[in-house]
């Protein structure tokens, strides 16, 4: 079993930025992925690491403003998110894929997830 708790979302607004954390326990060498879900809207991927953190992802809406990264020492993976847009408001949540060397866009990869941490970037 994997858990992960989500924490650093909050009120933004557009060009601002946010570091969203996942805390990760209970089995090592994971993957993580991060997805977002805003109203009345699927799920989709937001960005993906692999177990080293020396392989990403990211979905072409946020490439070259967000940025994923992880400290294994401290069992954290974070998404930080830079030049934030209103379309970026969203429930963000962590996953965790046991097959910590690949990099997934799929959510159907993710058999564990956190709760959620809201997004929110005003205009």
């Known amino acids: 079993q994997v858990q992960l708790v989500e924490s650093g979302g909050g009120l933004v607004q557009a060009g601002g930025s946010l570091r969203l954390s996942c805390a990760t326990s209970?089995?090592?060498?994971?993957?993580v992925g991060w997805f977002r879900q805003a109203p009345g809207k699927e799920r989709e991927f937001v960005a993906a690491?692999?177990?080293?953190?020396?392989?990403?992802s990211y979905a072409d809406s946020v490439s070259g403003r967000f940025t994923i990264s992880r400290d294994n020492a401290k069992n954290t993976v974070y998404l930080q998110m830079n030049s934030l847009k209103p379309e970026d408001t969203a429930a963000y949540y962590c996953?965790?894929?046991?097959?910590?060397?690949?990099?997934?866009?799929?959510?159907?990869?993710?058999?564990?997830w956190g709760q959620g941490t809201q997004v929110t970037v005003s205009s």
């Open positions: 690491i692999n177990w080293s953190g020396d392989s990403s």
């Open positions: 996953a965790a894929n046991r097959r910590g060397g690949v990099v997934a866009g799929s959510q159907y990869e993710y058999p564990y």
């Open positions: 209970g089995r090592p060498f994971i993957a």
